[in-house]
């Protein structure tokens, strides 16, 4: 008892120490949102009652982080996305393959949505019902602490989605506000006529106009309206409400406690709500992201906040906060990968340069998650502003896009599909994995080897070049082999209304088992990425705060990024074309070692295969 006693005494010291850094702060913001002073106490309690619940080996890698703050700056950061069911079938699977994500050179894996959820109307797992329980199929509590706890003895970091923005309407907030429980009620916007909801339709943008039109959702048996800004099924929360806030908040401690490094709070921008905004990006939000900062430094201090923020780069940069009053520790960086695929599309890097460059310029503390794919669809939110000054008109290009990777303009080897495709604006999104983005797709079915030689080459050089952007490179689950669309979505009722099911199959382990075969597929694929994937774990100029810029190259098919740390330097270049080209640039500092080949070369005029690329490090 005594040592049990001392142990909670220690404990208390070292939480006592943080929350005393963080207290007024913390109170300031909660006061001048909610200004409820018994809430906010009831919020401290339980911030202790989580701490004192957390595992000391949990507490043990807290301590341990907090002393290297930029233990996840580091070149030997690896990311993998994936779906449990898809990947290895329930969480004891995913334990079991814990062996080939080390393969991978993966040491960070970001589990797609796994909390209970309706079926059928899931959103891919975005519509929760129970943010304490995984659903049936894929496992349960139990299992992910297992899990996480394995993943930790291999140095791999977990990431999970924490869903603050609605519930499923399965919820149980949820069925109770439908019985017309005031208390449950107040936790969502509920109103009895379309007043209110009309004034919010003046203001607010429909996130899916042709799927889900309408911010708002009429409740028959209820005899109200809900906002459900996303889905009907997605009930949105009121943060108005300070119940709503802690609630959350005990949720997303409950989660971490579990194991979980890193949170990947989905649809930040959209938390707060004010009539005659657009409910988007409002003050109030980044209150909330702060204080949820505050919250994980007091409590759980190991873990990272990820903030899904799919917009144009002024309005992401600011969910970083500020040196002093910092937010999330990580952002994707989403407007770079849609840039991309305009690149490969137009052969064109001038708007990829002009990103990029935006990206190079902001400070190194930024730390941005960099990916091809995912799991979502690719929206064309590109800079049209800069296009239209090139001749190119938005709709018209949006159209040459979504025709372009479908496969029938600009002559592509591409294949997927369209979703949400909206024949009154023209707008559409695009879904397709990487591979078959890249032509591999069709040159396995028109069995064309010289075919997909050229799209394993442009697969690869891709991917080089993303593991030269500054900031984490994310593998999506499958890319590593070359994983094509698949189209059996099409035969489950439950799937076939959503595209975005082709670029979430299953992954294909009888393929996998060929890695080790380099006359296949997935060996050449899977060994060139191994390769790329050992040169940024050994070479340290790859860490995420290197200073990274773009060179001139003088053919606007070809990107040059260049990278320094400590001395090192090391130039990329990356063609995006189907013929040779030339990089004219003229690096005269000394001489330079190609990392693939070894061979010795000079930037200087540099002659670039088709889809082929360099990494020339300086000696």
């Not at 002009?354 to 590109?382: A, E, M, T």
């Not at 199959?505 to 990425?529: C, Y």
């Not at 030339?582 to 200087?604: F, S």
Request: hydrophobic share 35%; glycine share 8%.
């Amino acid at each position: 008892m005594m040592e049990k006693a001392n142990r909670h005494k220690d404990a208390d010291v070292i939480f006592l120490k943080r929350m005393e850094r963080h207290h007024d702060e913390l109170r300031w913001l909660y006061m001048e949102l909610y200004g409820n002073d018994s809430m906010f106490a009831e919020l401290c309690d339980n911030l202790r009652r989580f701490y004192l619940e957390r595992k000391e080996e949990l507490k043990a890698m807290d301590r341990k982080r907090e002393a290297d703050p930029n233990w996840y700056r580091q070149n030997d950061m690896l990311g993998m996305m994936f779906y449990i069911d898809n990947f290895a079938g329930n969480m004891k699977g995913v334990e079991a393959k814990l062996g080939y994500i080390e393969q991978c050179n993966v040491n960070y894996i970001h589990l797609m949505p796994f909390l209970d959820t309706p079926e059928g109307r899931s959103d891919g797992g975005y519509a929760v019902s129970d943010f304490r329980k995984v659903q049936e199929k894929l496992g349960s509590m139990e299992d992910l602490e297992s899990l996480t706890a394995a993943c930790h003895k291999k140095g791999i970091n977990v990431c999970m989605d924490f869903v603050m923005n609605h519930t499923s309407e399965d919820h149980e907030w949820a069925k109770r506000a439908r019985r017309g429980e005031g208390e449950y009620m107040s936790r969502y916007f509920f109103y009895d006529n379309a007043d209110v909801p009309s004034m919010y339709e003046r203001t607010v943008p429909q996130v899916f106009p042709t799927t889900a039109p309408g911010n708002f959702t009429w409740l028959p048996d209820a005899g109200h309206f809900v906002m459900t800004t996303f889905y009907p099924y997605q009930w949105d929360l009121n943060y108005k409400n300070p119940r709503v806030f802690n609630e959350m908040m005990y949720h997303f401690l409950y989660l971490t406690n579990k194991g979980i490094d890193i949170i990947r709070i989905d649809a930040v921008p959209y938390i707060w709500k004010e009539l005659g905004t657009q409910c988007r990006n409002l003050p109030q939000v980044h209150t909330i992201v702060r204080m949820m900062r505050m919250i994980s430094e007091i409590v759980c201090p190991g873990v990272l906040l990820l903030g899904e923020v799919v917009m144009e780069p002024e309005k992401v940069v600011p969910y970083f906060g500020t040196v002093e009053k910092p937010e999330c520790h990580m952002l994707y960086n989403v407007t770079t990968m849609a840039t991309t695929w305009h690149t490969v599309a137009t052969r064109d890097v001038r708007l990829l340069k002009k990103q990029l460059d935006i990206v190079n310029s902001l400070p190194k503390d930024y730390v941005f998650l960099n990916y091809l794919r995912c799991h979502d669809d690719i929206g064309w939110g590109l800079d049209y502003g800069t296009l239209l000054a090139d001749g190119m008109e938005e709709r018209s290009h949006k159209q040459y896009l979504n025709d372009y990777f479908q496969g029938y303009a600009g002559g592509s080897n591409s294949r997927g599909e369209l979703y949400n495709a909206d024949p009154v604006t023209g707008d559409a999104r695009f879904c397709g994995t990487t591979a078959s983005m890249c032509g591999i797709e069709k040159a396995g079915f028109t069995q064309d080897g010289l075919a997909m030689e050229k799209a394993i080459k442009f697969d690869v050089m891709l991917h080089a070049y993303m593991f030269m952007q500054s900031g984490i490179p994310v593998l999506y689950s499958g890319d590593e082999i070359g994983q094509v669309n698949d189209y059996t979505y099409k035969d489950d009722p439950n799937k076939a209304a959503d595209s975005r099911y082709i670029h979430r199959g299953a992954m294909n382990w009888e393929l996998a088992g060929n890695i080790s075969d380099p006359d296949t597929v997935e060996g050449k694929l899977f060994h060139r990425l191994g390769q790329l994937e050992q040169i940024r774990k050994t070479e340290k100029v790859f860490v995420s705060n290197a200073d990274t810029w773009t060179i001139e190259t003088w053919d606007p098919s070809v990107l040059c990024i260049g990278r320094y740390f400590e001395g090192e330097k090391l130039i990329g270049l990356f063609n995006f074309s189907e013929f040779d080209k030339t990089a004219w640039i003229n690096e005269t500092d000394g001489d330079y070692v190609e990392l693939i080949t070894g061979a010795e070369m000079k930037p200087i005029g540099v002659n670039i295969p088709a889809y082929g690329f360099y990494y020339l490090k300086k000696k």
